[in-house]
Nanobody, 121 residues
Framework: QVQLVESGGGLVQAGGSLRLSCAAS????????MDWYRQVPGKQRELVAR???????NYADSVKGRFTISRNNAKNTMYLQMNSLEPEDTAVYYC???????????????WGQGTQVTVSS
C-alpha cells in the first residue's frame, strides 16, 4: 500500500504565499515523477507543475515565475511554493506520483486526497 498525503492548503489574500507538501509513504521502492494538479468545480483537472526523480521541472504557463516545485527524495516528499497568489489560483490541489513498489517491482500511479487553496481578492 502506498499513500500520498497533502498538507499546507488554506485561505490567503491575493499577493500572499502558501507552501504545499505531499508525503509519500508505504511499501515504496522508488518515487519517480511527481506532479501537482489543481481542479475547480466544473473544470478538468489541470497540471500545475511536474518534477522528475532527477529534479527536472516543468510548469504550466499560468504559474511560471510564481510557483516553485521541489522534492526531498530521502523523505519521499514533494513541495509546491506558491508566491504572488491570485484569485484564479483558487482550486483543490492534488498530489500525484508514479511509484515503484517493493513487492514485485511494479510501477503504479497514485493520487492524494487533495487540499483546498482559496485566494481572496
Amino acid at each position: 500500500q502506498v499513500q500520498l498525503v497533502e498538507s499546507g492548503g488554506g485561505l490567503v489574500q491575493a499577493g500572499g504565499s502558501l507552501r504545499l507538501s505531499c508525503a509519500a509513504s508505504g511499501s515504496i521502492f522508488s518515487v519517480n515523477a511527481m506532479d501537482w494538479y489543481r481542479q475547480v468545480p466544473g473544470k478538468q483537472r489541470e497540471l500545475v507543475a511536474r518534477i522528475t526523480s532527477t529534479g527536472n521541472t516543468n510548469y504550466a504557463d499560468s504559474v511560471k515565475g510564481r510557483f516553485t516545485i521541489s522534492r526531498n527524495n530521502a523523505k519521499n516528499t514533494m513541495y509546491l511554493q506558491m508566491n504572488s497568489l491570485e484569485p484564479e489560483d483558487t482550486a483543490v490541489y492534488y498530489c500525484h506520483g508514479v511509484v515503484t513498489v517493493v513487492a514485485g517491482g511494479r510501477t503504479y500511479s497514485y493520487w492524494g486526497q487533495g487540499t483546498q487553496v482559496t485566494v481572496s481578492s
